[in-house]
């Protein structure tokens, strides 16, 4: 039987002796709603919509929290700001060269098979980052080219 996120949340929070506070909650629903991989910065802006007297430092502290706890992971792209993601499964992930939107892609695990390592090296786990223009950005580009200058 499949574990919902909100069971695997509360499994995790209780199960490794954390208080489930409203601040807590509130974070892991705003990353848990919303695919769009957001900085720390991005989620105290849209938490604070909907809790106002929640604070920078609990939004860094929680989000430190859920990726020790494994609800979230981390995204590093580039040098930019760390980005969070709650979906668990094994996935890679897009980066839109035009508008810096983070997608997730599906990676086939028989992909990893396929890599040729040194012998006796063996892959834990594999972050992949793939860049480029998203349709959206794709199709803006086609209806509104950008004129040369000359």
């Known amino acids: 039987m ?21 601040q807590r909650r509130h974070v892991y629903d705003l990353l848990r709603d919303e695919h769009s991989h957001p900085t720390a910065t991005e989620v105290f802006l849209r938490a604070k919509k909907g809790m106002p007297s929640i604070s920078l430092a609990t939004v860094y502290n929680t989000l ?5 706890c494994g609800l979230v992971k981390q995204v590093h792209v580039d040098r930019e700001p760390t980005r969070f993601c709650p979906n668990l499964e094994e996935h890679g ?19 990893s098979q396929q890599w040729s390592l040194p012998a006796g090296f063996t892959i834990t786990h594999h972050e992949i980052s793939l860049r480029g223009i998203c349709a959206d950005c794709a199709k803006s580009e086609i209806q509104n080219p950008k004129s040369e200058i000359r």
């Open 64 to 68: 430190e929290t859920l990726v020790a």
């Open 93 to 111: 992930h897009f980066v839109c060269e035009h508008c810096s939107r983070v997608f997730d892609i599906d990676l086939a695990a028989e992909r």
């Open 2 to 22: 499949k574990v919902s996120r909100q069971d695997h949340y509360t499994d995790t929070i209780r199960g490794g002796v954390l208080r489930d506070t409203p």
